[in-house]
């Protein structure tokens, strides 16, 4: 019997090294921040998630949502649009839905692709990854949105910082 238990565990652990196992409860924190961000997103009229950005302070890296609040509520902002899209979306029109895609492990975090679907024009969509780390108390945040690879939140609002 003893014999029988082992080479089940054997064939058992066999079986089971050459797959990829997530890690789930990552993945869902990850997750569970961008589903807090776009289901308050999504209850905000025609881009007046400017003024209640405050809301969702705590789903950001510290860092980054210094640089964004400093960006948006700029004088320099305030005469012309230095933001001249929605950051959230990546897009000149409001999202009135969104779908997160697999997340994926990477060495200092998770990667989510985003898909949103625009009010703007039928059908559109537009796609974006948020970069989500761990903070100092172990929660996800949102580090960075990447619109593709030569453009990014982060980048983006430590050029106009810079000017």
């Known amino acids: 019997m003893k014999r029988i238990v082992e080479c089940s565990l ?18 869902s924190g990850a997750t569970a921040v961008l589903k ?10 025609n881009h ?13 890296d510290p860092h980054l949502y210094t640089m964004f609040v400093t960006v948006l509520h700029s004088e320099a902002n305030k005469r012309e649009a230095i933001i ?24 200092n975090g998770v990667n989510v692709p985003v898909t949103l679907k625009l009010s703007g024009r039928g059908t559109t969509r537009t796609n ?27 980048d983006f609002l430590s050029q106009q910082l810079k000017k």
């Open 10 to 27: 054997l064939v058992a652990g066999v079986l089971f090294a050459g797959v990829p196992i997530q890690a789930e409860s990552g993945n």
């Open 36 to 45: 807090q961000l776009y289901n308050w997103y999504l209850r905000q009229p």
């Open 48 to 60: 007046e998630w400017t003024r209640h950005i405050a809301q969702v302070k705590p789903l950001f």
């Open 84 to 107: 001249d899209f929605d950051p959230l979306v990546n897009a000149q029109w409001d999202a009135v839905s969104y779908a997160l895609g697999a997340p994926q492990m990477k060495h």
């Open 128 to 154: 974006l990854t948020a970069v989500l780390r761990k903070n100092s108390a172990g929660h996800y945040v949102i580090y960075n949105l990447v619109y593709d690879p030569k453009f990014n939140l982060r």
